[in-house]
């Protein structure tokens, strides 16, 4: 079976800080997301990377930057944490395909910024 | 990515048949339907997808109309454990959909004993 785990289940930090949100998955999937999910915004995607060292936009970056070192890893990272960044954050991978792309997700970090 | 509309909650009895319509009346000859379902405070579970033909894996039974324009998930013996949103996706090939999820408002399914 298909595990990404996520580094933190709850998370509470100040405004101002630095956070680092780290995405593991463990089936060496290419592709790797990370997506933030709130109540009557459904899931909105934050960037995407398809190989290591590769990352694209998706709908939501302002405020955000990622990397991914290593083909395992996608960490996302908040330089300066704002209160409208509290939200759930979900890191997704599937597997490279042309015509169909299941992702597979973690069990989320739900972030509180103060 | 084409449309879907799904009914906005359903109650399912314990152990049994738990039938989830969507439609997708725009869909074109090139995309998939797929089924993710949200417990409660967890990431969202891939369950099932499926083009023309229906699909059964073990968690599910996806059966597509043959015009595809309207689909149902079936989730055979329902349990407690079933309780969860349910979102129908309509997708296309990497390269048009942008690789992203995008879901709808989806089905709150609450199983009862």
């Known amino acids: 079976d298909v595990k990404v785990t996520q580094s933190s289940r709850y998370l509470v930090k100040r405004t101002g800080e630095k956070v680092f949100l780290e995405c593991v998955q463990d089936?060496?999937?290419?592709?790797m997301f990370w997506y933030r999910q709130d109540p009557g915004l459904g899931l909105r995607l934050i960037y995407f990377s398809y190989d290591v060292k590769m990352k694209e936009k998706g709908d939501i970056p302002e405020g955000y930057s990622v990397s991914r070192e290593k083909k395992e890893r996608f960490s996302l990272i908040l330089e300066s944490a704002s209160t409208n960044q509290t939200s759930m954050y979900l890191c997704a991978s599937s597997p490279p395909g042309q015509f169909t792309d299941t992702q597979y997700f973690g069990p989320g970090t739900r972030l509180t910024v103060l | 990515d084409a449309k879907t509309t799904q009914p906005t909650s359903m109650d399912c009895a314990e152990g049994r048949a738990a039938n989830l319509p969507c439609n997708h009346s725009t869909i074109s000859g090139n995309e998939y339907v797929y089924w993710y379902r949200q417990i409660h405070s967890q990431g969202p579970q891939y369950i099932i997808h499926?083009?023309?033909n229906n699909e059964t894996n073990e968690m599910a039974s996806l059966i597509i109309t043959e015009d595809r324009k309207s689909s149902t998930l079936i989730l055979p013996h329902a349990t407690l454990r079933d309780t969860a949103v349910y979102y129908c996706i309509v997708r296309g090939a990497w390269e048009a959909a942008g690789n992203k999820l995008t879901f709808g408002g989806g089905t709150r399914v609450l199983v009862k004993p």
């Open positions: 499926g083009l023309k």
């Open positions: 089936m060496d999937h290419e592709n």
